[in-house]
């Protein structure tokens, strides 16, 4: 069993009942406090985590300090410090890259403030820097993205090259990196199926827009098919291919990753193939693990959410059933 600050806390207050001092149970009774290091505002997708953290806050009691990092892993660093310094009861982040976290959850761990993951992991070189991970599996969202153009590519492209632009999340994040390697390795049993371009799209609609752009100008290769590591990427580049003169989804297959309500629409208009389910809606887990953590009771070390993958032919159907 983990022994964290509040838990000494509440074992004190504990002995001091047991000595027969009415108020101990008071100091345990306190509202939990859980600082939270966001990775900023980049998607819809981040819009609805953040509000699903910050509504199941307010439901299970607890004092939320929320941190909005802006996509810099300087801030989220500044952040786990200040809620350091804040002595706050645990501490929760969506780290915005994998590496680089070592000093810092170090820090927290000597406070002994618990740290919990969530949605991104990290990679330090001792796991007992953080109590625990949830969030979702990366690496399959990218094998599901890839069995799905496997299985499109058999019944639309029989014959010939079928060339792939790759428009990738925040370099150094976990979700870009996982869902790349998933991806790749589903694709490379295909070998006609050939990425020819990949770069960088933050995540966010407008880079998404501007990266595709530049694809679709390069000419020197026909693009077949779009692998856009989130949505709003997607979404930014369909506007550029719309401005291109070309139909997307229809000339350019696009299959993407989070399924949020923009990207149902999209399917719903016949502009995108398919999206694979990355579930955003982690606020009440979390909360109930940050009790759980504190309390100083048994977690697993890594928490795995359920997702699917939703193909246009089901969007106006899923539409209106859509949480984010
Ligand atoms: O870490 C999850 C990813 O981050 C989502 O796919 C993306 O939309 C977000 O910005």
Redesign the pocket.
Known sequence: MKTTRRHLLAMAALGLSLAGTASSALAADKPLVLGFSQ??A?????TA?SNSIKDAAKQAGITLKFADAQQKQENQVKAIRSFIAQKVDVIAF?PVVESGWDTVLREAKNAKIPVILT??AVKVSDPSLYVTFI??D?VEEGRKAGRWLVDWAKKNAPTGEVNIVELQ??VG???ALDRKRGFEEIIQAEPRLKIVRSQSGD?TRAKGKEVMEAFLKAKDKKIHVLFA????MAIGAIQAIEEAGLKPAKDIAIVS??G?RGAFQAMAAGKLNVTVE?N?MLGPQLMQLAKDVVAGKPVAKRITTEEGVFTADVAAKELPNRKY
Request: aromatic share 10%; charged share 30%.
């Open positions: 990775v900023g980049e998607s819809e997708w981040r985590n969506s949605d991104r969030g979702s990366f999340g925040t994040s976990a979700p995540f590591h989130n949505d709003d990753i989070d949020v990355c955003p």
